[in-house]
């Protein structure tokens, strides 16, 4: 057996690798101007502000977050949790996002894999089917994951299409 199969480990976080944006970056900047002059600028025109006022001006600065993170190359949803996929001689573990459930079969259930366009077809050794959905991933991305599930299936003399 080849040593680096079995040791091979695909471990890919879909909140990184965004591309940073000058544009983002100015857009935040003027949303936190907005959020910190927002107060001022109601108590010279009014004399006193209101919650709502204290409330609007945490949602603009809410928004020059994420603004920030964008321009920065990263996600706001990183803040909420993670999303991934992980392959490993042992299983294989995808959570496409931050509010997603996380989906796992172990390699010692798999039975068959068929690859359909963004699908897994995944049959279990007690024939029921698992689908493994790629929906939301780039297309670079799906072609990684096809060729580290062909290394390790192929390894472990798992049946596949992966056409």
């Not at 493994?132 to 991305?141: A, C, E, N, Q, R």
């Amino acid at each position: 057996m080849d040593k680096q199969i079995i040791d091979m480990k695909y471990i890919k976080d879909l909140n990184k690798g965004l591309k940073k944006s000058k544009p983002a970056l100015f857009f935040a900047l003027l949303a936190y101007l907005i959020a910190i002059l927002w107060i001022p600028f109601r108590l010279n025109e009014r004399g006193s502000f209101s919650w709502f006022d204290l409330g609007y001006s945490l949602i603009i600065a809410v928004n020059g977050l994420s603004l920030t993170l964008t321009g920065l190359g990263s996600s706001i949803d990183r803040l909420f949790g993670k999303a991934f996929i992980k392959i490993n001689s042992e299983v294989i573990i995808k959570k496409i996002g931050a509010f997603e459930k996380e989906q796992r079969i172990d390699w010692a259930d798999i039975k068959t894999i068929d690859y359909k366009p963004t699908n897994f077809l995944i049959t279990r050794n007690d024939n029921s089917t698992y689908k493994l959905s790629m929906t939301k991933l780039d297309y670079s991305v799906i072609q990684e994951i096809k060729n580290v599930i062909n290394k390790i299936g192929a390894n472990k003399n798992i049946p596949m299409n992966l056409n």
